[in-house]
């Protein structure tokens, strides 16, 4: 797994060549507001390589890798009112079993399609979809967009108006291990609003965009990631170098370890994308900064022009300035209309009374609707379900956010030995034994004698415990846990060795972190590692000896140990 090169940290381009004095994981702990610099790829086959794995990244951490059985949506449509130039109707779509996703749909009057259609969530605003102010219209965009010529179809976020079977908070330590949050939840009913605009017959399903602004925006960029189907798009106020989004559905554990917000807006490219802006939040730097870095990535394709920007003097929003230069710059791209053209100046316009608006205003969820405890159950069933088969190396690895380093640094003093990957700055101590060859490697064992060993030190044991603060309500979307940083050392420390069949040999709980460092090694692995008695791989076994978020979704210990021999 290659490096990311896209994090700026504190420690310099030449400090990171060398053994560091301090290790970077406690030095360096990334968090919302690190600044990161914009990512450079000299090739557009060295970033596809990397877009591939950000995908894979994405998708895992959402715990849709694999994604779910698509079940049948269910689709209802009914309210239909007619207003000058558009309809609004009511929607309710089953977008898993039991789970109720809200919205509206708006679509032309008196034109004749099919019509480019739009899923656009609404972002953190008070009233959800709902939300009518100066600073951020739904109903406005939509309207609007509806009048221009597009069918538009605007949903909740999980929590929000109709959808309110799962609250919009953070979710536990067992929810993590499956992989199951409000990004995910939020990412697969995006998925499944985009599958509802290819049922309906008046939409070409050959031009399907997304826009939202805010956390809507952030649904978007996760959208267009994994979804090739969003031809075109405008996130709004959220591509940032310096913040990247702070709510729980905009994060969850791993999804921005060794990438941000700029790698992952840039695999829309080279498809076209409207990066819009404001003077007054985390975007204020998009024009000397990340519209730059995205033409970079654009220019890869040779498609630089189909990434543009529009620069807002306001605060956070969504407003009428900002809704204007998406719609003419959707009028050019997918309407191939004159976007200078009144057609697509924003004309006034009169938002439904709630009640007109509200799937389940009057109504009650469908019988079979469950609460969130339901929710979680099913998740977890189906993803034993999927787990089923044959143990997948590749999920485990992504769990682990495990790297096999290109090279690994070295500092020998006599018997004591100090390893770093190359480019990361970490520290691994050790102390080398000479023998007969092939050498072992010991953690929290004795080095056998008459033959070659090195013993290492992992992450925060013994001499290696140092202050690392893990405060931030996000630690885990940027940061490894503790854990998993043991295993990267074992596997660090096997890629020092560099040989095959090498004996691992551990004891205690540094048994649990071998066997997890043996699935995912690429060479072979000779292991003498006994598990403690107490260790079963159950869910409150990885939650109280051993947290890898997202292990059980990928598997969990019966995966692990059937890699591991």
Same mark, same amino acid.
Request: with cysteine.
């Given at each position: ?29 990334? $968090? ?59 929607? &309710? ?24 259609? !739009?899923? $656009? ?23 609007? &967009? ?66 939202? %602004? ?26 940032? $170098? ?11 554990? &791993? ?66 300035? $900002? ?57 977890? &069933? ?5 787990? %089923? ?6 999920? !485990? ?45 010991? !953690? ?98 990885? !939650? ?22």
């Amino acid at each position: 797994m290659r490096i990311a090169t896209s994090l700026l940290v504190s420690i310099s381009y030449a400090a990171l060549a060398q053994v560091p004095a301090e290790d970077s994981r406690n030095v360096t702990v990334i $968090s919302l507001d690190t600044h990161f610099s914009p990512p450079v790829f000299k090739t557009r086959a060295e970033w596809e390589t990397r877009a591939a794995h950000l995908r894979k990244q994405i998708q895992f951490a959402a715990g849709l890798l694999p994604m779910p059985a698509k079940q049948p949506l269910g689709v209802q449509i009914f309210g239909r009112l007619e207003r000058k130039g558009y309809t609004v109707e009511k929607v &309710l779509l089953e977008t898993m079993p039991g789970f109720y996703l809200g919205g509206n749909l708006y679509r032309p009057l008196g034109r004749s399609g099919p019509f480019p259609g !739009i899923v $656009s969530p609404h972002g953190h605003w008070a009233y959800g979809r709902l939300e009518n102010t100066s600073i951020a219209s739904v109903p406005g965009r939509s309207i609007n &967009l509806a009048r221009q010529g597009y069918i538009v179809f605007t949903y909740d976020m999980v929590g929000y108006d109709d959808t309110m079977q799962m609250p919009h908070v953070a979710t536990g330590k067992r929810e993590q291990l499956w992989g199951f949050g409000l990004l995910g939840m939020q990412l697969w009913d995006s998925i499944r609003a985009v599958d509802f605009l290819e049922t309906l017959p008046d939409v070409d399903r050959a031009r399907i965009g997304a826009t939202g %602004a805010s956390g809507g925006a952030t649904q978007i960029l996760m959208l267009q990631a994994t979804d090739d189907r969003i031809k075109f798009s405008s996130p709004v106020n959220m591509i940032s $170098s310096i913040y990247q989004g702070g709510s729980p559905c905009e994060n969850a554990p &791993l999804l921005r370890i060794g990438t941000n917000n700029m790698e992952i807006g840039a695999l829309m490219a080279p498809r076209p994308m409207l990066m819009v802006s404001t003077t007054q939040d985390w975007t204020k730097n998009t024009p000397r900064i990340e519209f730059p870095a995205m033409q970079a990535m654009y220019r890869l394709y040779d498609k630089e022009v189909n990434v543009q920007t529009h620069e807002v003097d306001a605060p956070h929003n969504y407003n009428r300035e $900002s809704r204007e230069a998406v719609y003419r710059f959707f009028a050019k791209t997918v309407l191939h209309a004159d976007p200078r053209s009144q057609d697509f100046v924003e004309e006034g316009f009169t938002p439904e009374r709630p009640n007109n608006l509200l799937a389940l205003f009057n109504r009650t969820l469908p019988s079979n609707a469950l609460n969130y405890p339901q929710i979680v159950d099913q998740w977890v &069933l189906n993803a034993q379900k999927q787990n %089923a088969g044959a143990p997948d190396r590749e999920r !485990i690895r992504l769990a682990l956010a495990a790297d096999w380093p290109e090279k690994v640094l070295e500092q020998r003093t006599g018997d004591q030995v100090v390893l770093s990957r190359a480019g990361v700055g970490d520290r691994v101590s050790g102390i080398w034994h000479d023998g007969a060859k092939p050498a072992a490697l010991i !953690i929290d064992a004795e080095p056998p004698g008459g033959q070659a060993s090195l013993k290492i030190t992992v992450f925060q044991t013994g001499a290696a415990v140092a202050p690392r603060n893990r405060s931030d309500a996000m630690f885990l979307t940027f940061n490894k846990t503790d854990d998993a940083e043991r295993v990267q050392d074992i596997l660090t420390a096997l890629r020092w060795l560099n040989q095959d069949s090498t004996k691992l040999t551990c004891r205690g709980q540094a048994a649990i972190w071998c066997t997890l460092a043996a699935s995912v090694s690429p060479k072979k692995v000779v292991l003498d590692a006994p598990v403690p008695a107490s260790f079963k791989g159950s869910d409150q076994d990885w !939650i109280e000896q051993c947290f890898i978020p997202s292990i059980q979704r990928a598997g969990g210990w019966p995966a692990v140990l059937g890699l591991a021999k």
